[in-house]
């Protein structure tokens, strides 16, 4: 997985990327894309030479390719910190691997398996290195992206993904912001995690109510971040608790599943509330079907969902990641102001990465966990 420096196309906040080790790259093409004049080739880094389901498919090197600056708005990042996802570890299965392909080449004139030697990983806080021609933005030395200023490195690692999909499921899919979210009632299915524990401070900040359903282990954490009501899935069934609740004006769900078959009718009929489910089959459809048919089949699917609860006053919505620099800068500003703080379980460092992803196998999140890459100074 996880290196010290990445090539990433520039936005304000740059948090997904394909991470490497240290140094100063510049483009080996016909034109010139960056003013470095340094080389680096290789690094260390941990990769994977084919898709499984287990760490045996890990290997450390110490010769993974350096990151090389393509276009002239790509810069490379000194990565001090990198945060997990859940989605790393289906991906490390190959989940999302047509999707990613199409991207990488979409003429298909490489041979399949041309991705590997890979590295896993999406969440990341560490430095410009360098930057190219276009990218104005930034500079080396610049802490990325722009990082909130009271956290450290490895609380910065922890954020970006987790709150550009908070912001992205409930300000553009579920038409929440600053302004109309007050006393609305707001529920997380599944809160304990790193998605639950953002978004309830998000809403929190913004003067909404929010109830959490979460294991009992994870009460605590929950109400520390600013949860009004937990709900425990874990004694008894937990769609009865939540009957016997006013209703909500949105619904974010993490968990998916049979939870469909009941969330929608916890929500307030004929008020424009939103059931918002991060949980979707896009990018399995499309690993199974092939990129035309798998968004045929995801296209089919959510317009008969979307009708079907519509029918009956409420409204059925995916919500997906969408990076956004500008949604960043805010939630930057909100964590620089006290309003939210970052919620790291457990740090490993770049030695430990299989068992970084073995403690996120075992589920039951109570945050985010977070890979050590650089020693962190006092900042």
């Keep these: 997985m996880h290196t010290a420096v990445r090539r990433v196309a520039c936005s304000r906040w740059l948090s997904l990327c394909e991470l490497s080790w240290s140094g100063w790259r510049a483009a080996d093409s016909g034109r010139t894309l960056s003013t470095s004049a340094r080389r680096s080739t290789v690094m260390p880094a941990w990769v994977i030479d084919?898709?499984?389901?287990?760490?045996?498919?890990?290997?450390?090197?110490?010769?993974?390719?350096?990151?090389?600056?393509?276009?002239?708005?790509?810069?490379?990042?000194?990565?001090?910190?990198?945060?997990?996802?859940?989605?790393?570890?289906?991906?490390?299965?190959?989940?999302?691997?047509?999707?990613?392909?199409?991207?990488?080449?979409?003429?298909?004139?490489?041979?399949?398996?041309?991705?590997?030697?890979?590295?896993?990983?999406?969440?990341?806080?560490?430095?410009?290195?360098?930057?190219?021609?276009?990218?104005?933005?930034?500079?080396?030395?610049?802490?990325?992206?722009?990082?909130?200023?009271?956290?450290?490195?490895?609380?910065?690692?922890?954020?970006?993904?987790?709150?550009?999909?908070?912001?992205?499921?409930?300000?553009?899919?579920?038409?929440?912001?600053?302004?109309?979210?007050?006393?609305?009632?707001?529920?997380?299915?599944?809160?304990?995690?790193?998605?639950?524990?953002?978004?309830?401070?998000?809403?929190?900040?913004?003067?909404?109510?929010?109830?959490?359903?979460?294991?009992?282990?994870?009460?605590?954490?929950?109400?520390?971040?600013?949860?009004?009501?937990?709900?425990?899935?874990?004694?008894?069934?937990?769609?009865?608790?939540?009957?016997?609740?006013?209703?909500?004006?949105?619904?974010?769900?993490?968990?998916?599943?049979?939870?469909?078959?009941?969330a929608l009718g916890l929500l307030k009929p004929w008020c424009g509330a939103k059931y918002v489910t991060l949980v979707t089959p896009f990018l399995r459809n499309t690993d199974q079907l092939g990129i035309a048919d798998g968004m045929m089949q995801t296209g089919v699917t959510i317009a008969t969902k979307a009708i079907k609860h519509l029918t009956k006053g409420v409204h059925y919505r995916w919500g997906f990641f969408a990076p956004s620099g500008p949604a960043l800068d805010d939630i930057s500003e909100m964590v620089d102001a006290g309003k939210i703080r970052a919620v790291v379980e457990e740090t490993f460092s770049f030695a430990q990465v299989p068992q970084a992803f073995e403690k996120l196998e075992k589920g039951h999140a109570r945050g985010k966990t977070v890979v050590t890459v650089t020693r962190e100074q006092k900042e």
């Design 50 to 262: 084919k898709y499984g389901s287990d760490n045996s498919v890990f290997r450390f090197t110490q010769n993974a390719s350096f990151p090389i600056i393509h276009y002239p708005n790509e810069v490379i990042v000194k990565v001090h910190a990198a945060g997990l996802n859940p989605i790393d570890i289906n991906m490390r299965g190959g989940y999302g691997a047509a999707t990613l392909a199409m991207k990488r080449d979409p003429l298909s004139i490489k041979k399949a398996g041309s991705e590997f030697p890979l590295i896993l990983g999406r969440d990341l806080s560490g430095e410009i290195m360098e930057c190219g021609l276009d990218v104005s933005y930034f500079k080396p030395g610049d802490e990325v992206s722009h990082k909130p200023k009271s956290l450290s490195h490895v609380d910065a690692a922890s954020i970006p993904y987790v709150a550009a999909t908070a912001w992205s499921a409930l300000v553009n899919t579920g038409g929440l912001n600053k302004d109309n979210c007050a006393k609305k009632r707001i529920l997380i299915l599944g809160g304990s995690g790193g998605v639950g524990t953002f978004a309830t401070q998000m809403i929190k900040s913004w003067g909404g109510h929010v109830t959490v359903t979460c294991s009992q282990n994870a009460e605590q954490l929950v109400r520390s971040v600013g949860a009004d009501d937990v709900v425990d899935y874990t004694s008894g069934p937990v769609e009865t608790k939540l009957q016997a609740l006013e209703k909500f004006d949105l619904i974010l769900d993490n968990i998916g599943g049979e939870t469909e078959s009941w």
